[in-house]
């Protein structure tokens, strides 16, 4: 555990890298949480939901300094997580996961190091997918245009956190939430199919950011936002010092 410092302390510890690591890798840290598939499924009449998340995060530190600190939070996560969870390095084409699996079911937590940049996620194809989007082996959103407009349009530049759903996963996820909001339980092929046509015919992507606003009221977050809003919310809520106010905003774009 490492106590968030203040604005000045932290800018120093930015710039010099003199101080814990944990305090340096705080200070320098950009954060990105990826969602991949949202993993839904209906069972026994039930829709059950297990998303295939990535943390990643980028240190701006060496590998060679992150190395254990990083190994070690991890470590102490799982075993907060999972209790006695079974942990094993795996090297795949070179590049070593470090894996920790769950002892009463298949639930993992899989981490790697490379370069500057920490991938921490929830499966195996999360992780390696985000691993090759940041070596170019596949595609990413760093260059796509609706990003762009996105962060345009909502000023993300300035933000504290920004958040975006491209077109492509926009009807899913709005088909998912929307009987959520209107009290229903997911998972009616009919109405989902309807939400999810409808969508995609009346916008394209959405967004969302959080920003500092002085004397601006404490945030009400909207209504059903995206799992990484909520998450981003939560670290801030416990980051960020207690006078400081911020609100978020959601945007959609037709």
Same mark, same amino acid.
Not at 151 to 167: C, D, I, M, R, Y
């Given at each position: ?7 000045? +302390? *932290? ?15 705080? /200070? *320098?840290?950009?954060?990105?949480? &990826?969602? $991949? ?9 039930? +829709?059950?939901?297990? =998303?295939?998340? !990535? ?8 590998? *060679? ?7 070690? #939070? ?46 921490? /996620?929830?499966?195996? %194809? ?6 090759? !989007?940041?070596?170019?082996?596949? =595609? ?9 407009? +996105? ?8 933000? $504290? !956190? ?16 929307? =009987? ?13 199919? $309807? &939400?999810?046509?409808?969508? /995609? ?19 009400? !977050? ?9 998450? /981003?919310?939560?670290? @801030? %809520?416990?980051? @960020?010092?207690?006078? #400081?106010?911020?609100? +978020? @905003? ?5």
């Amino acid at each position: 555990k490492t106590d968030w410092p203040s604005g000045e +302390m *932290r800018r120093l510890v930015a710039f010099t890298g003199i101080g814990p690591t944990s305090s340096v890798i705080l /200070a *320098r840290a950009q954060v990105a949480i &990826v969602m $991949l598939d949202l993993g839904s499924r209906e069972e026994a009449g039930t +829709m059950t939901l297990k =998303p295939e998340v !990535a943390l990643v995060i980028e240190t701006h530190t060496s590998k *060679r300094r992150i190395n254990a600190t990083v190994e070690s #939070a991890l470590q102490t996560f799982a075993q907060r997580l999972y209790g006695n969870p079974t942990a094993k390095r795996v090297v795949v084409d070179g590049d070593e996961f470090l894996v920790w699996t769950a002892a009463d079911d298949n639930r993992q937590i899989v981490g790697i190091i490379d370069g500057t940049v920490v991938i921490v /996620a929830n499966s195996d %194809r999360a992780a390696k997918a985000c691993l090759e !989007a940041r070596r170019g082996l596949r =595609p990413s959103l760093r260059n796509d245009p609706e990003l762009q407009q +996105m962060k345009t349009s909502l000023g993300a530049e300035n933000a $504290l !956190a920004f958040g975006f759903v491209p077109s492509s996963r926009a009807p899913e996820l709005l088909a998912l939430l929307t =009987p959520v909001a209107l009290g229903r339980p997911p998972g009616d092929a009919q109405i989902d199919g $309807l &939400v999810a046509r409808s969508a /995609a015919k009346i916008f394209s992507s959405a967004g969302w950011t959080a920003k500092l606003i002085d004397g601006a009221a404490p945030p009400s !977050a909207p209504a059903a936002p995206p799992i990484a809003a909520q998450v /981003a919310g939560s670290l @801030m %809520r416990k980051y @960020m010092p207690a006078q #400081a106010k911020y609100t +978020m @905003m959601l945007r959609l774009v037709s």
